[in-house]
């Protein structure tokens, strides 16, 4: 099977696993909204931002250093495996001694009361992590997609049952997570046959050392990246202002709005566990670049197409998603996700330009340009979020990506050198800003001049998305 096919493949077989998945998690933000205040939402956004801040640190990036050397076939996967078992392991055992630490610290009191279910919470999550990056690294990708399903679907039953039935709010959403994680790690465990790659005889100081070296550089990038994000919810919550409403409340429709955007991510997602596969076996291949260029070129159309869609539809999709009808307040969310759309879009264009870092073992470039990205987005959320609240969270975190898009733009072709439509690029963005302004201030006829303007960018992109599928047939 050549690159293509084989990308392409990969990429259906993760559709298939992934796309009903991530739409029933979507969903579940309507049970959550329906038995859950604004103010609740804000904690359960914030600890599990929190578990995404925590858990590169405790696994020393097991993500990104585990499918990198399991696919390469100078390691042995039996030692990949049982190292990443034992540094898991350790990393765990570590973050039971200091998370009751982080209590103590003003902004991060919210995890006071959940310190034991979060640190469970943490262990779980990383464990079945462990097996499934494991299982994809060993080309597994039915196995890792059937278990997408199955993991998602003993989530949402977990969930009706803490939620719906026991009404343990927060709590039972967290417990909800704990139990289908681990239910999804004993089946990986077992149908991937797992313990077949355990054994103390295949515990290597040696590979350990070289995993740290590749990974410890990706690890304050992860955390950089985190927290982006999570700073958002902070602002919001503990800044004060005389002109916007902030707080805890404010901070739980924030975390709203962020899951329609989550659309884009998720079909970024599907894509992106076969790429990211694809640009690791294929980074010595002598037409590297045209690789890239081609994909790259069907990916950004995709990603532009998408977003002015969901753009356009953000306002019913909203109402589906996001339960109003116990809680008003969750009726205006749909404002704030235009730009949040957007924002989403060039987070998967520098998770795409991250790969080429990755492949090439060029880890410390993925973290000054994610520090960029996190110095402006702090700076910008202190300057904004006082004036616009919500609102300007949403452009500070806009404006991070896109900064940070640029800049790895210029310094990931260094190291892959790909043709990039720098006109084409632009004007998307400009036309997608156009809908979001439409949308927020509810302009005169703004659905109608909404669908032009999506016609335009369906009209732009179209033409690169289809001749890279051409091309894919022809193979």
């Not at 515990?203 to 350990?208: D, I, N, P, Q, V």
């Not at 009808?325 to 264009?349: D, H, N």
């Not at 949308?439 to 369906?458: K, N, P, S």
């Amino acid at each position: 099977m050549n690159k293509y096919k084989k990308l392409a493949f990969n990429t259906i077989v993760f559709a298939i696993g992934t796309f009903g998945s991530k739409i029933l998690v979507i969903l579940l933000t309507n049970l959550y909204t329906k038995n859950i205040s604004s103010d609740g939402m804000s904690d359960k956004d914030l600890l599990d931002t929190m578990v995404l801040f925590l858990q590169p640190v405790f696994t020393f990036a097991l993500q990104e250093y585990l499918i990198r050397f399991g696919l390469d076939k100078n390691y042995d996967k039996r030692e990949v495996f049982t190292t990443s078992f034992c540094m898991t392991f350790i990393g765990m055992a570590a973050s039971a001694a200091l998370i009751p630490l982080l209590g103590m610290i003003p902004f991060f009191n919210f995890i006071n009361g959940y310190t034991l279910v979060l640190i469970v919470y943490l262990s779980t999550s990383s464990l079945r992590m462990l097996c499934a990056q494991f299982v994809r690294s060993r080309d597994m990708v039915k196995l890792f997609s059937l278990d997408g399903i199955l993991a998602t679907l003993t989530l949402f039953i977990f969930n009706i049952v803490f939620i719906s039935h026991m009404h343990l709010g927060v709590r039972g959403s967290m417990y909800a997570v704990i139990l289908s994680d681990f239910c999804s790690s004993v089946f990986l465990f077992a149908v991937g046959g797992l313990q077949k790659f355990l054994g103390r005889k295949y515990l290597s100081g040696k590979l350990a050392k070289i995993m740290l070296k590749f990974s410890l550089p990706l690890i304050p990038t992860i955390v950089m990246w985190t927290i982006t994000g999570l700073s958002d919810r902070l602002f919001i919550r503990y800044m004060t202002s005389e002109r916007v409403q902030l707080g805890a409340g404010a901070a739980g429709l924030y975390a709203v709005a962020n899951k329609i955007p989550n659309l884009i991510s998720m079909v970024s997602t599907i894509f992106f566990q076969a790429w990211n596969m694809s640009a690791i076996t294929e980074n010595d291949s002598e037409d590297r670049s045209i690789f890239y260029e081609k994909v790259y070129s069907a990916y950004e159309a995709m990603l532009f197409m998408a977003s002015a869609g969901l753009i356009l539809f953000a306002r019913p999709i909203s109402s589906i998603i996001a339960n109003s009808s116990t809680y008003s307040e969750y009726g205006t969310v749909y404002i704030y996700t235009p730009v949040l759309i957007i924002a989403v879009l060039f987070t998967c264009l520098n998770q795409f330009l991250g790969s080429i870092y990755t492949a090439t073992k060029h880890t410390k470039n993925s973290f000054w340009t994610a520090l960029i990205a996190c110095c402006v987005n702090l700076f910008m959320n202190y300057m904004l979020i006082p004036e616009w609240g919500i609102q300007g969270a949403s452009v500070a975190t806009f404006l991070s990506y896109y900064i940070c898009f640029w800049v790895r733009m210029v310094d990931a072709r260094y190291y892959v050198p790909f043709r990039f439509d720098k006109f084409k690029s632009l004007l998307n963005t400009v036309l997608l800003l156009e809908m979001s302004r439409l949308m927020i201030f509810e302009c005169d006829d703004y659905m109608l001049r909404m669908g032009i303007i999506t016609a335009a960018v369906c009209a732009i992109n179209f033409r690169s998305l289809l001749s890279t599928v051409q091309k894919l047939i022809k193979r």
